[in-house]
């Protein structure tokens, strides 16, 4: 409410009230001089939060307070403005249900910015979905909402533009009608959401606790915390061999940083002849993904990204039998070619390195979905899944 009184406050002074329009019509859009002045006051209200905000769940978050806030304005420019804020915080926070939400709000309210005929503004929304076709992560998404604003502006319409419309603007913000997730999801060699019914797929590994192991609420269901005296072994009937390439990611708040955190590994003794398995890190606050080549040689994959305490992060990495990629938060964060991957004999441990090290080291973290699987997915793929927000066991039936 404190946002609201300082909007209504600035907006007596400053720029004042738009009359209403008849029932049914629609505000054309505002123009520079007083779309800048808009533009001020919503950043006036709301840019520190916008400049707090990092994690997509927090982005998201402040989008659809942004949008209520925008709903209830009565100034047709600050609207505007709004609705462009949350929609570009959508687009950062990857929410594509979120940003269709913010995108039918402008048509509904606002004219388009430039006249065309419909076959044009077909033919300009088409365009525009076939270059999000070619991006990826953030890119992707800004491009389809502003095809998808286009697509709006031509409703209703028949016949088979009708159905091309429909199934397009389905798809936005719904996991991609080309990839099953379950079947993905259930050729994992292993997933664990730590739900308390089900914690592991297959149901066969075996999760041994070290120390004293705590559920808490996570990010999507349960999650485990792990720390200096607690961590996690997971024990399987099948060697993890990962030759052929292979995926590991996880979600993770860091509750302090260490001067290292295991967050998933799989990597034999640092102290024996050959470096093997791989390893989901921090180096303090740097993010790092790297596997084991043997003849001590490690080959990392570190991100320049900036990681803060008490926020939830999705980290992937990839191993595609060239190169390993590493993800953060559905993106792509950095990539270097490697030499071939040499599988380790050891557990899978979630919070530590393995015991036995001259100087193991612990996370101090909140730790949840941890997914390995025996092929390297793709961004779509995991772009998907980073969005699922669900616990992926619960997916597989």
């Not at 929410?95 to 419909?118: C, N």
């Not at 603007?169 to 099953?180: K, Q, Y």
């Not at 070290?210 to 607690?230: F, K, Q």
């Not at 708040?253 to 390893?279: A, H, K």
């Amino acid at each position: 409410m404190r946002k609201l009184v300082l909007l209504w406050t600035v907006v007596w002074l400053g720029i004042g009230l738009t009359g209403q329009t008849a029932e049914g019509e629609k505000y054309p859009q505002p123009k520079t001089a007083e779309l800048s002045r808009a533009e001020k006051l919503v950043d006036e209200v709301f840019g520190k939060d916008m400049a707090k905000a990092k994690s997509a769940q927090e982005k998201a978050k402040l989008a659809q307070e942004i949008l209520k806030s925008a709903r209830e304005e009565q100034d047709m420019a600050v609207r505007f403005a709004a609705l462009q804020s949350a929609r570009r915080l959508a687009v950062e926070a990857l929410d594509g249900r979120l940003g269709l939400e913010i995108v039918r709000e402008i048509v509904q309210t606002y004219e388009p910015l430039e006249e065309m005929t419909k076959e044009d503004r077909l033919s300009e929304a088409d365009r525009l979905w076939a270059q999000g076709e070619k991006a990826q992560g953030r890119a992707k998404l800004a491009k389809q909402l502003e095809a998808a604003e286009g697509y709006l502006y031509l409703l209703p319409a028949t016949g088979i533009v009708q159905t091309k419309i429909e199934r397009r603007l389905s798809e936005l913000g719904e996991v991609p009608t080309d990839i099953d997730i379950r079947q993905v999801l259930k050729e994992a060699w292993c997933l664990i959401s730590f739900e308390p019914k089900r914690p592991v797929w297959p149901p066969n590994f075996v999760l041994v606790p070290h120390g004293r192991v705590m559920t808490r609420p996570g990010l999507v269901g349960s999650c485990i915390y792990v720390n200096e005296e607690a961590s996690l072994e997971v024990k399987s009937p099948k060697r993890f061999t990962g030759e052929q390439g292979f995926t590991v990611m996880c979600w993770f708040c860091p509750i302090e940083f260490p001067p290292e955190s295991p967050l998933v590994t799989t990597e034999d003794l640092l102290d024996g002849p050959d470096e093997r398995g791989f390893v989901l890190r921090l180096d303090r606050d740097r993010p790092l993904f790297q596997i084991g080549c043997g003849l001590r040689r490690w080959h990392g994959s570190p991100a320049n990204v900036p990681i803060e305490t008490n926020k939830w992060y999705h980290f992937a990495g990839v191993y595609d039998t060239k190169q390993i990629i590493f993800y953060i938060n559905g993106e792509e964060a950095s990539r270097r070619d490697v030499q071939p991957f040499s599988p380790s004999s050891t557990s899978l441990w979630i919070g530590r390195r393995p015991p036995g090290r001259l100087l193991p080291t612990k996370a101090n973290a909140l730790i949840d979905e941890v997914l390995i699987h025996p092929t390297p997915l793709s961004v779509k793929v995991i772009t998907a899944i980073y969005q699922l927000r669900v616990p992926l066991i619960t997916t597989i039936k």
